[in-house]
């Protein structure tokens, strides 16, 4: 006798399941010409339609007087939206359910069974929206309303099991493990529902720790990143497990895809690692203001593969992590946020010396974000062709503020301060001395142009 493949076997267990369900389709539609049921598919619609004439009457009603709510909080008004957008599916449930409890005192419960169907229908289907507007992306909403709503109707009509069992007729055998529908969709469900209480609690761990002022903004970013990780990392793991796919047989597998994606993204792996390193040794964190080649801002989030950094004019630059730790990085306020900062300048001859350094550091703490806290000075620092040097320095503790702007404020500053005293500012002067001799004849200039 010949072997049955196991392929023959599985075609014919769909057949068989959909000859089933068609039977079982067949004697529904064959009983729905029945008197009693006739008439209750007729009650049906006609309560439809009238829940679709009160939506008209008292839906614009409604919505008048919800728009004279002004003072009522946001969420109250976003509860009214949402039944103002289901008036129709409310008004027939309550129509429906009235209808299906007065037929079952009044009438044999058989005269009232498929209204009772399509009440628990309805009923299933607004509860499964009202729950579903909690989820806030669009698409995944959907995808679970919808989702939702078939599992509701197949456990209403009683067909879960032939429903499970086509979808696991569905499928092949992969060495140990058996991959079908069936499991696509446990898949599908288990780790949904686990990265989803995955996500509410690293939310609310990020929330918490975001508030603690007791750690450093660069250990509340790396707590931050490890947390997901092991949130995300235990919900995988476990949802694999629950729908049986035994991963030690990918182990082998996944340590050569992982030496392969070690060799083909170096650099991807050489900026996570950086970025780990940044994040534990606290060189830099969020709010501090560098310096990286001609790139000065203040970083505004640390990534896992790139440091944002905005600067004085807007731009928003994405620095690799690596960068940040191979290259030479100028924090400004690494330890603290004093930052200090030199001018030069000079005088001329004829000025004082003394008066100018008074004069100087008199006008730089005049400036608005020059510390008092932390004297200014003014040095000598030379004798010019032209003028005496001197170097100002000042100090201030908002880097994120600029330091162009500052400067030039004390350049002012000095400027003004110069002019009420009398300090003048020279410029460079050239001294040209005609030697005795023989002039140039206009021959000779001609030959030498």
């Known amino acids: 006798m010949a072997a049955v493949e196991p392929r023959d076997l599985e075609v014919d267990q769909i057949i068989d399941v959909g000859q089933s369900l068609l039977m079982q389709v067949e004697v529904l539609f064959n009983s729905l010409f029945r008197t009693w049921n006739l008439y209750q598919i007729g009650i049906a619609i006609g309560l439809f339609a009238l829940a679709h004439v009160l939506r008209a009457i008292f839906g614009p009603r409604i919505r008048e007087w919800m728009a004279s709510r002004e003072n009522w909080p946001k969420w109250r008004i976003r509860i009214l939206v949402v039944i103002h957008q289901r008036l129709r599916p409310i008004f027939f449930v309550i129509m429906i359910w009235a209808t299906v409890l007065a037929m079952r005192e009044w009438a044999w419960p058989s005269r009232s069974y498929l209204l009772s169907i399509v009440a628990t229908l309805a009923l299933a ?35 879960v099991d032939e429903a499970e ?31 989803t209480v995955a996500r509410t609690l690293t939310t609310t761990t990020v929330s918490s720790i975001r508030k603690n002022e007791d750690i450093s903004p660069s250990m509340q970013v790396l707590i931050v990143k490890m947390t997901q990780i092991g949130f995300y990392g235990i919900a995988f793991y476990a949802g694999v497990k629950a729908i049986g796919i035994d991963l030690t047989g990918l182990a082998v597998l996944s ?195």
């Open 165 to 195: 069992t086509l979808l696991d007729s569905a499928g092949f055998s992969f060495g140990s493990v058996r991959l079908s529908l069936l499991l696509f969709v446990q898949a599908i469900v288990i780790l949904g529902l686990l990265i």
């Open 255 to 449: 340590g050569a895809i992982g030496v392969g994606l070690g060799f083909g993204l170096q650099k991807v792996v050489s900026n996570l690692v950086s970025g780990v390193i940044i994040l534990l040794d606290k060189s830099v964190k969020p709010g501090d203001v560098i310096s990286l080649g001609q790139t000065f801002g203040w970083i505004n989030s640390l990534g896992a593969r790139y440091v944002s950094v905005v600067t004085r004019d807007g731009k928003e630059y994405l620095i690799p992590n690596e960068d940040l730790i191979t290259g030479q990085v100028v924090n400004w306020s690494h330890s603290n946020d004093f930052v200090r900062l030199d001018i030069n300048f000079g005088t001329a001859y004829h000025d004082n010396p003394h008066d100018v350094r008074r004069i100087a550091i008199e006008a730089a703490s005049s400036v608005t974000r020059v510390l008092s806290t932390r004297p200014s000075v003014c040095h000598i620092v030379g004798f010019g062709d032209s003028s005496v040097d001197y170097v100002l320095r000042f100090w201030i503790s908002d880097p994120t503020g600029g330091l162009t702007n500052i400067r030039g404020n004390v350049y002012l500053a000095l400027w003004d301060a110069f002019a009420a005293n009398g300090i003048s500012i020279p410029f460079p002067q050239r001294e040209v001395k005609v030697l005795d001799g023989n002039p140039f004849t206009p021959t000779q200039n001609a030959t030498l142009d």
């Open 125 to 159: 289907w607004l509860f499964i929206v009202f729950v579903t507007r909690l989820i806030k992306s669009p698409f995944l909403r959907k995808f679970v309303r919808y989702g939702a709503w078939i599992y509701a109707t197949l456990e209403i009509l009683d067909l």
